[in-house]
């Protein structure tokens, strides 16, 4: 009879301790996640949100992007192919928004809002001004909503830029220059205020 009792105390400790084991370990669980979620609050952006401007004479010029980071990818001709459009950043297209006529590779670019796409290549890129700013990425581009079409040469370097950067530079009073920088490339183009 007493091993009989000793046997049923053994097995509700065991059993016990089983129990207080798993609610340790939910405890745990629970406490890590509740320790995690501002972890996640403070995580850095990927890809910020940010803009490029500039005052050059009375015109105002305003780039509006998303900034990717290059996080150890090889971007052109990797994460994006070459000879496909691209939105130019992360997320929404990017635009451009000027408050004068611009001339741009002897072409007119009216004053105006334009989402901002390029098709990358090793050789030249296409820059191309289009009429729907407002996209995400490029899920509603159409090559009959573009306004300016030209060709530029990509500068490499060595030195990785780690943040899609966009610039206005003013040049005189009446021109200036507009570039973006990614990964190995920056590509750049000049333009005048009509």
Known sequence: ???????????VAVSGC????????????????????????????LSPHTSAMAMIGDAH?????????????IIFGGLLAYDQVWQAGAHMATWL??????????KELKAGK?????????????IIFNRNWNQ?????Y???DDVLRFKVTPKTSEDIKEHLEYKVN??????????????????????EIK
């Open 61 to 73: 010029i305003h780039i509006d992007y998303s900034s990717p980071g290059v996080r150890d990818r």
């Open 136 to 140: 995400h990425g490029k899920d509603d």
């Open 170 to 191: 003013k040049t005189t009073e009446t021109s200036g220059t507009i570039s973006m920088s990614w990964e190995k490339v920056t590509i750049e183009f000049p333009f």
């Open 97 to 106: 928004e000027t408050n004068k006529d611009l001339e741009i590779d002897g």
């Open 1 to 11: 009879m007493k091993y009989k009792i000793l046997i049923i105390l053994l097995v």
């Open 114 to 126: 334009y989402g901002f796409f390029v098709i990358p290549n090793q050789e030249e890129w296409t």
């Open 18 to 45: 089983k129990n207080e084991e798993k609610n340790n370990t939910k405890i745990e669980t629970e406490h890590n996640h509740t320790q995690s979620e501002p972890k996640s609050e403070n995580k850095k952006t």
């Open 142 to 144: 159409t090559e009959n």
